[in-house]
């Protein structure tokens, strides 16, 4: 009974060796052993290197600033040669229909005496069943070929169309400075003046 009670009161008191631990030799080497804060050294940039950073800046600044203006001279000469090209090929493409409309200019104009020769022969006398077919039939074919005859006659004299081959009295009040009769026939090729009206003009 007595070795069991005092087995009890062993167990009770209080188990504490830190204080004694820390004494020891082992654990100050240890403790001592610890890795410790490594100390930094102040940075001091490199004067001699900040230069040279300064400079490959400005010299990439430079070549940045050279190629932006080489890429908009290019972008500029791009665009004008495109407007320049689209204006040749407009008047490329008019030019063409210019020459599709007056290629037969020449052929017309030296048919034109043929029909002053039948209008004249009409307005003297009695053209013919055949003869006046053969008119028509010509009159027709340099009508779809875009011939146009000017209609002078009472309308107002217009340089631009009438060369005036005489004035006279107007017959009328209402003829002063009006074509009072036509001499030649102007012809008209298109929009083109191919030869303009021999008039009489009333004054």
Not at 13 to 42: H, K, M, S
Not at 138 to 150: A, F, I, P, Q
Not at 171 to 194: A, F, N, R
């Amino acid at each position: 009974m007595w070795k069991k009670k005092q087995t009890k009161m062993v167990n009770k008191e209080p188990v504490d060796n830190r204080e004694q631990l820390q004494e020891t030799p082992d654990y100050q080497e240890v403790v001592a052993g610890e890795e410790q804060p490594i100390a930094t050294e102040e940075f001091i940039p490199d004067p001699e290197r900040l230069d040279t950073h300064q400079h490959t800046l400005e010299h990439i600044h430079t070549e940045l600033q050279t190629i932006q203006k080489d890429y908009e001279d290019l972008k500029d000469k791009h665009i004008r040669l495109l407007a320049e090209f689209e204006n040749h090929k407009r008047r490329t493409v008019r030019e063409k229909l210019d020459m599709m409309k007056t290629a037969s200019q020449d052929i017309l104009t030296a048919l034109l005496p043929v029909l002053d020769d039948f209008d004249r022969a009409a307005h003297n006398e009695q053209l013919s069943d055949g003869i006046q077919l053969v008119y028509q039939k010509l009159y027709n074919t340099l009508k779809n070929k875009g011939l146009e005859v000017m209609h002078s006659t009472g309308e107002p004299f217009n340089p631009e169309l009438h060369a005036a081959i005489t004035e006279i009295p107007a017959p009328s009040e209402d003829l002063k400075g009006k074509v009072v009769d036509t001499i030649e026939k102007g012809y008209m090729l298109g929009d083109k003046i191919i030869r303009h009206a021999k008039v009489v003009v009333g004054k």
